[in-house]
């Protein structure tokens, strides 16, 4: 197999398909890895995608300079996964006459877009916690990039890295990057989902969490009862069903790859605060500050230890569980989704099966 970076290793951004100068690359998803394959016969050995492949350089990371949390408006907070710092720098971007470039769910995909009007910023809001395909964005931003505009992207860790290769840390680039646990295929959501009786495609919306509450909700309901935890959620918080990369992670550490970096401030001291979602904000560069100054937002300081503590993906990356093998054989093999995370956690499926059924016979109350 002709890969362009080690095999199995690949972390899908698809940075080397925007560059191939001849759509030599195609990348392949078996759901445990991803892997960009190579057709030699349309090859002509330029060698611009093992250079620009963030597997194939080492990271250029920075610490923080400085530890941040907070929260947008009520509004702002309400709508977003955590403190709302995603939606308010976008808007601040925009209102300063820059574009934003980011992560958008649409007929079943989780792609991204370059957009300039504010009015958008709703179709990107939200954290999808599943692999986001950048295909096509790299080159779009480069391109706006050569108008002279400033260009925002937010995105997960390897993304950014590969875009700062890609467009050779261009002046007018700004980027964020997610703190990240790790990401599964989308093949698996989609199997997930369609054993609940949904298919992706045809998902108007997808929510993978509202502040501290982890389930996969679509309009106008959840795909569980509320207070339940679905198969997907429970696989994913478990870090049973990330592709083999993320487990290896080069991202997973406190020093980081974008101009800021976000997430959730689990070691607030805030803690009353927490179920509204309190951001997490790290910011490594001048490029960080300026977005900062451009923000309408509640910042205040927080303590670096204990976000650090409560927060393992800025130590390590996530450990591969050992039901990991099993689950990946049992998905090979053609078995439903939800048999294989109840074979890898019999008791807390249990758990789930009778708080599901004593809903739906209105003998709990769930949680709101
Ligand atoms: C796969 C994944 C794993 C994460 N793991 C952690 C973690 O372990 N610890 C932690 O503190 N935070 C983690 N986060 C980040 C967290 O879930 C929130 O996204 C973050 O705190 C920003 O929330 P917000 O309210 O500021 O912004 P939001 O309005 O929720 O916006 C977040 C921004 O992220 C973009 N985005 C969302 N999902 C993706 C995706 N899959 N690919 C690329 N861009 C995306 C959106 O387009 C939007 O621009 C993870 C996010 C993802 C997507
Ligand atoms: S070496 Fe060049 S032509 Fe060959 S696959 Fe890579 S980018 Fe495409
Ligand atoms: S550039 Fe991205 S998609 Fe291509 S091989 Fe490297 S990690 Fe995989
Ligand atoms: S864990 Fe690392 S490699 Fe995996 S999606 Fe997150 S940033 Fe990318």
């Known amino acids: 197999m002709n890969t ?13 398909v925007d560059i191939c100068p001849r759509r030599a690359i195609s990348v392949v998803d078996d759901m445990e890895h991803m892997n960009a394959i190579i057709d030699l016969s349309l090859c002509i050995n330029c060698n611009a995608c093992h250079k620009i492949c963030q597997n194939n350089n080492p990271p250029i990371l920075k610490k923080p300079k400085k530890w ?6 009520e509004q702002t907070r309400s709508t977003s996964s955590s403190g709302g710092f995603g939606q308010e720098v976008m808007r601040a971007v925009l209102r300063s006459g820059g574009s934003v470039a980011a992560c958008k769910f649409e007929s079943g995909e989780f792609k991204f877009e370059l957009f300039d009007d504010e009015l958008r910023i709703a179709e ?6 599943v692999k986001s395909n950048p295909v096509g964005i790299y080159k779009s931003i480069k391109s706006r990039l050569k108008t002279g505009k400033k260009v925002l992207f937010i995105g997960l860790p390897c993304q950014v890295a590969s875009l700062r290769n890609y467009v050779n840390d261009n002046a007018n680039l700004y980027t964020i990057d997610l703190i990240c646990h790790g990401s599964p295929s989308v093949k698996l959501l989609q199997k997930a989902v369609d054993e609940y009786g949904y298919a992706l495609s045809k998902m108007n919306a997808i929510y993978f969490r509202s502040s501290d509450k982890f389930a996969i909700e679509t309009q106008p309901l959840g795909i569980v009862p509320k207070g339940v935890q ?4 429970m696989a994913f918080l478990k870090g049973l069903c990330y592709t083999e990369n993320c487990y290896t992670c080069q991202y997973a ?22 179920p ?14 300026e977005l900062l100054d451009l923000m309408d937002f509640n910042f205040f300081n927080v303590q670096k230890e204990e976000s650090v503590n409560q927060n393992k993906q800025l130590q ?26 109840m074979r890898a956690y019999p008791k807390d499926c249990m758990k789930q099966n009778i708080k599901s059924a004593l809903i739906t016979m209105n003998l709990w109350g769930g949680e709101k």
């Not at 679905?230 to 959620?233: L, Q, S």
């Open 4 to 16: 362009v970076c080690d095999v199995n290793m690949c972390a899908g951004c698809m940075a080397c």
């Open 68 to 73: 941040l949390q907070g929260w947008g408006d």
């Open 124 to 129: 990107f809001i939200g954290s999808k916690y």
């Open 230 to 233: 679905d198969r997907y959620t």
């Open 253 to 274: 550490q406190v020093a980081r790859t974008g101009d800021l970096t976000i997430g959730d401030s689990w070691g607030t001291e805030m803690t009353s605060e927490l």
């Open 276 to 289: 509204k979602g309190v951001s997490l904000v790290l910011c490594q560069t001048k490029k960080g500050q």
């Open 316 to 341: 390590h990356p996530a450990n591969a569980p050992r039901e990991r093998k099993r689950f990946f054989e049992d998905m090979r093999k053609g078995k439903k989704f939800k048999s294989a995370v």
